[in-house]
């Protein structure tokens, strides 16, 4: 692995606070043109930040000048979500100036700053939507931290996903304009523009040597133009680079139309080129929809390489040595198809031969596997593919013949395996499989923890594993302790660190070293208190949000993450219903407050479905006199990296209830944990390798395990054997199926019992209910000691040593960049 960057120290000192607080009113006055007696909130905030850029620019220009001086191997991390989170806080920990700007705050509250009120003016980056953006966000801190000559790529989305309310219990989407005012993080790059072709037709020609080449001709054209944003490690001189693409009209206005009086038209190019970097993830359930994700795909990859390639070549070094130079890792298949742009750029453009050329590609890309379900492994119609980018699939076409020319003289007796494996699903509607090219063309391939990778490897890609059996590799996810337990978690990261020291913030194994302060009674009154705290923080959150008083020293039991029936939220329902109708009926149980938030896809029915039911059983729940306070029930809409800033430090019980072999990894998972919650959860993703670190005494798991859901399948799963043995089951479902909860519709959730149980009930909600509610007995057995919950909480922080993103990223330079 590559060495951090041996930066000389700056000239000036590490500025104290006399230096920010002059840097902080020169800025608001010079660079935001307010007077600090006019100054509002939103002013002090673009002054701050301007002061903290400012601190990060000269390390940022060393490090991408050191790049280059010491001519390192570049990792480019392709990817179509960055979920950064609020950018503040975390430059003020990297660049170790949080107290002296803190205490510049405090000191300029006589001339109007409120310190409390600046972290809210801060919108959160709408550059992603969960744990795939998440991630890609934790690995450019942890490859900053680590020196590693890191880039994140992706698009600067004008608009999120969109912005959650509650309406009537319902989802609804409004626009996420997140750049309303500005970002002051990002420096626009107008002379960096690269043009992307679409459509068009391809001509094939012969050269003077009798070589056959390809043209992609006629194609319409949108410019890509960079904005800049720097990421700076923690503790370290390193600022790497996070560069996003803005799509641009190349013909702005069109001054012929606006003449005749269509005004329209005249600016309608411009509209549909920019549309490509409009909004995360537009509707794919429609045909324009579908083509638009397609494009968005392109536009960032394209524009990428291009500039990926721009600095090569400054190397003067042949491009036989980019993978040498040059490591590009797809996190997920949205970017896969940079695999054929780089083919077709090789072919076509530098008219390097296929053998070669293929040779390049290959030893440069990697990828990463984020899901189990084959439904969600990326296809494209072929058709779509041919109107959109003809040459690459031309290209594909080739690469999947010479491939499965390989196969068949390797298994010339198996025409199901090349069906299996070849990159085109036949059909009524032939479809490109963007996660055989991803496997195909790149020299490793990897999951993200040690179940989800073995599942791969006999599940979705047991033919490619047959094939290359060193291809597959597992590489854990994990965290950045710095957002997730420092930032997020101020009061616990200062009781950490005034025990084991403040090495954790660099190498979180050092939490283990807490193991024994689980038994000093002083340290485990100390950690409750510091729950308590962040739990009454939570609790302010959940009356200004929702109006809704919760009591702080009832058990948070906390489920947030994406809105999707494989994640069960439906299965935690099922169990408030339980426990609601225990409650009822007199049972004495320890008070609890069960919290969701998430987001469904528009599109996604039955998400939505499920989010409606969770807000109408609160309102049922929450209103009826003879719970007597024992139960709550809260939904908190607009689920962002802020919110579970304040969520996580305050969750008492972390729900992570999967079907087992569904959920790749989970990184929600490990923030819960790391800061103190207890989980329940199946053997699934990561919750399996977190049980062996933290200890199978200090975990809550139930259900079925993977094995056995597959031989269940296997066998012909039947839910109404379940159903019809367990009468407390049918109860619940017969509360939903005849309206209990939507007295003025009492159909409303008659499609959700018909899914458990006509419809064979897909993610065996069924088969792991009674196992999930007697969990649950369990777990409130224990909440009812005090002293006993808390040394298992302390033992949970103690285990999660290997979870960092620091640890994955290393894993990752070594094991598959050659860093």
């Known amino acids: 692995m590559n060495k951090p960057l041996d930066l000389p120290e700056l000239d000036h000192p590490a500025p104290g606070a006399v230096a920010i607080r002059r840097a902080l009113l020169n800025h608001l006055i010079y660079t935001v043109g307010k007077d600090p007696l006019t100054a509002t909130d939103r002013d002090w905030f673009f002054a701050s930040a301007a002061v903290l850029r400012e601190r990060m620019i000269e390390r940022w220009m060393e490090t991408m000048r050191g790049y280059y001086v010491q001519d390192r191997k570049r990792v480019y991390y392709l990817s179509m979500e960055f979920l950064m989170g609020r950018s503040m806080m975390n430059s003020m920990l990297n660049i170790c100036c949080e107290k002296e700007f803190q205490d510049a705050l405090d000191d300029l509250a006589d001339a109007g700053l409120k310190p409390e009120r600046l972290r809210e003016m801060e919108h959160d980056a709408a550059l992603g939507n969960g744990g795939l953006g998440r991630l890609a966000a934790c690995f450019l801190d942890s490859m900053a931290t680590l020196g590693v000559a890191g880039y994140g790529y992706g698009i600067r989305y004008?608009?999120?996903?969109?912005?959650?309310?509650?309406?009537?219990?319902?989802?609804?989407?409004?626009?996420?304009?997140?750049?309303?005012?500005?970002?002051?993080?990002?420096?626009?790059?107008?002379?960096?523009?690269?043009?992307?072709?679409?459509?068009?037709?391809?001509?094939?020609?012969?050269?003077?040597?009798?070589?056959?080449?390809?043209?992609?001709?006629?194609?319409?054209?949108?410019?890509?133009?960079?904005?800049?944003?720097p990421i700076p490690g923690y503790a370290t001189g390193t600022v790497n680079n996070m560069r996003l693409w803005a799509a641009k009209s190349s013909r702005d206005f069109d001054l012929n139309y606006f003449n005749?009086?269509?005004?329209?038209?005249?600016?309608?190019?411009?509209?549909?080129?920019?549309?490509?970097?409009?909004?995360?993830?537009?509707?794919?359930?429609?045909?324009?929809?579908?083509?638009?994700?397609?494009?968005?795909?392109?536009?960032?990859?394209?524009?990428s390489l291009q500039d990926m390639l721009?600095?090569?070549?400054?190397?003067?070094?042949?491009?036989?040595?980019?993978?040498?130079?040059?490591?590009?890792?797809?996190?997920?298949?949205?970017?896969?198809?940079?695999?054929?742009?780089?083919?077709?750029?090789?072919?076509?453009?530098?008219?390097?031969?296929?053998?070669?050329?293929?040779?390049?590609?290959?030893?440069?890309?990697?990828?990463?596997?984020?899901?189990l379900m084959p439904e969600a492994l990326e296809t494209w119609p072929v058709a779509l593919f041919e109107r959109v980018l003809p040459r690459h699939l031309q290209i594909i076409y080739e690469i999947n013949h010479r491939f499965l020319k390989d196969v068949m003289h390797r298994y010339p007796d198996d025409p199901s395996l090349w069906r299996r494996v070849s990159l085109i699903e036949e059909g009524s509607e032939k479809r490109v499989r963007m996660a055989h090219l991803a496997v195909v063309g790149s020299h490793r391939v990897n999951g993200v923890a040690q179940i989800h990778t073995r599942l791969m490897k006999e599940t979705i890609f047991a033919d490619f594993h047959r094939l290359w059996p060193d291809k597959i590799v597992n590489m854990t996810n994990g965290v950045t302790q710095r957002r997730w337990l420092h930032q997020?978690?101020?009061?616990?990261?200062?009781?950490?660190?005034?025990?084991?020291?403040?090495?954790?913030?660099?190498?979180?194994?050092?939490?283990?070293?807490?193991?024994?302060?689980?038994?000093?009674?002083?340290?485990?009154?100390?950690?409750?208190?510091?729950?308590l705290a962040n739990k009454s923080r939570l609790a302010q959150l959940i009356l200004q949000r929702q109006g809704l008083e919760v009591d702080p020293r009832s058990m948070f039991d906390v489920q947030v993450k994406r809105i999707h029936e494989y994640k069960r939220q439906l299965l935690n329902v099922l169990h408030v219903i339980t426990l609601y109708n225990r409650i009822r009926e007199g049972a004495d149980v320890p008070a609890r407050t069960v919290i969701f938030a998430g987001k469904a896809a528009p599109a996604y029915h039955m998400a939505k479905l499920v989010i409606r039911l969770i807000n109408d059983v609160a309102d049922v729940v929450n209103s009826d006199v003879q719970v007597r306070g024992l139960l709550k029930v809260v939904f908190i809409p607009n689920y962002d990296v802020s919110t579970a800033e304040v969520i996580i430090p305050g969750a008492d019980l972390s729900e992570q209830i999967s079907t087992a072999g569904t959920e790749a990894s989970g990184t929600g998972n490990m923030k819960l944990a790391l800061n103190g919650a207890l989980t329940i959860g199946t053997l699934d993703g990561a919750n399996v390798e977190m049980r062996e670190e933290i200890g199978a005494e200090n975990f809550f798991i139930f259900g079925l395990t993977a094995d056995e859901v597959a031989a269940q399948r296997a066998a012909g799963y039947n839910p109404w054997l379940h159903y019809d043995n367990d009468a407390q089951l049918q109860q619940v479902l017969h509360m939903l199926r005849d309206g209990y909860f939507s007295p003025d519709e009492p159909g409303r959730y008659k499609a959700v019992f018909d899914a458990l149980t006509y419809g064979g009930d897909r993610f065996m909600l069924l088969a792991d209910y009674a196992s999930y509610v007697a969990c649950q007995e369990a777990v409130s057995a224990l909440y009812r000691d005090p002293e006993a919950w808390t040394k298992r909480a302390i033992l949970n922080v103690a285990g999660m040593g290997k979870f960092s993103s620091d640890r994955a990223i290393a894993q990752y330079a070594k094991g598959i960049w050659n860093v």
């Open 260 to 303: 005749e009086g269509n005004y329209i038209r005249a600016v309608q190019d411009k509209n549909e080129s920019e549309n490509l970097s409009k909004v995360l993830y537009p509707s794919d359930s429609t045909e324009m929809g579908r083509e638009l994700r397609l494009k968005q795909q392109y536009f960032f990859v394209s524009a």
């Open 158 to 229: 004008e608009y999120g996903m969109f912005h959650q309310s509650i309406e009537g219990g319902q989802q609804v989407e409004h626009p996420d304009n997140w750049l309303r005012y500005g970002n002051p993080w990002e420096f626009p790059r107008p002379e960096v523009l690269y043009p992307v072709q679409f459509h068009g037709r391809v001509v094939d020609y012969v050269d003077n040597h009798g070589r056959r080449h390809s043209q992609w001709v006629d194609t319409s054209e949108v410019m890509a133009m960079a904005y800049d944003t």
């Open 488 to 531: 997020a978690n101020p009061a616990l990261s200062d009781l950490l660190s005034s025990r084991i020291g403040k090495g954790w913030l660099k190498d979180l194994s050092k939490l283990r070293e807490l193991t024994p302060l689980a038994q000093d009674a002083p340290f485990r009154a100390a950690f409750a208190q510091v729950k």
């Open 310 to 371: 721009y600095r090569f070549a400054k190397s003067n070094l042949p491009l036989a040595q980019l993978p040498q130079k040059v490591a590009i890792q797809l996190n997920d298949t949205h970017p896969s198809i940079g695999i054929a742009e780089l083919m077709r750029i090789l072919l076509d453009l530098h008219q390097l031969d296929w053998e070669r050329a293929w040779g390049i590609t290959v030893r440069t890309f990697a990828y990463t596997n984020h899901t």
